[in-house]
């Protein structure tokens, strides 16, 4: 069963830094695609970022270049780099894990930025 730990999430004023991590159980994680999505009170949820198995990445317009997406296959654990935080970016943070058969999530992470 594919289990999705995320946790680093937190209250941080504008301009600060957080660094969030999901770590994976269940899966064969250097084959999966991992993604960072978000979703805002009364919002739909969107894609932050995702990495694919071979390391290639891509970034919603709005964090580009101020957000970092990594994994450490190893560890069974992808990152969410969070620098130059704003309010908007306030949200609960979910990891996504897809593999050939299965999406799955996380339970969620609050981000919440104030200014």
């Known amino acids: 069963q594919v289990q999705l730990v995320e946790s680093g999430g937190g209250l941080v004023q504008a301009g600060g830094s957080l660094r969030l991590s999901c770590v994976a159980s269940?899966?064969?994680?250097?084959?999966?695609?991992m993604a960072w999505y978000r979703q805002a009170p009364g919002k739909q949820r969107e894609l932050v970022a995702d990495?694919?198995?071979?390391?290639?990445?891509k970034y919603a317009d709005s964090v580009k270049g101020r957000f970092t997406i990594s994994r450490d296959n190893a560890k069974m654990t992808a990152y969410l780099q969070m620098n130059s935080l704003k309010p908007e970016d306030t949200a609960v943070y979910y990891c996504?894990?897809?593999?050939?058969?299965?999406?799955?999530w996380g339970q969620g992470t609050q981000v919440t930025v104030s200014s």
């Open positions: 996504n894990a897809k593999g050939r058969s299965y999406s799955a």
């Open positions: 990495i694919t198995s071979g390391g290639s990445t």
């Open positions: 269940g899966v064969i994680f250097s084959t999966n695609d």
